[in-house]
């Protein structure tokens, strides 16, 4: 018999872990942090991910405009011959 075994990771990544944790021992008087650091691995988390985006786009970004460059002067080259071989026509 074949089985094919499906696994998928809905568990909690380790900027949640260290939320809870902190979390827990704030509620319990073990730390004396600022509720801004006791959520620090929640917003530094999602800082991350926003900045791995812009990155992704940036290059992106750079890319396209690579390709534009080079299909704007394949477009001339081409428009350059077509209009020498027009003249010797």
Request: aromatic content about 12%; cysteine-free.
């Amino acid at each position: 018999m074949n089985q094919e075994s499906k696994s998928s990771s809905s568990g909690m990544g380790l900027g949640s872990v260290l939320f809870v944790v902190f979390l827990v021992l704030k509620l319990t008087d073990h730390i004396d942090w600022s509720w801004w650091w006791v959520t620090s691995p929640l917003w530094i988390s999602a800082l991350l991910g926003v900045l791995v985006l812009l990155l992704v786009l940036l290059f992106q970004f750079i890319h396209d405009r690579k390709q534009e460059r080079k299909h704007l002067a394949y477009m001339k080259r081409w428009e350059k011959s077509k209009k020498t071989s027009k003249k010797n026509k």
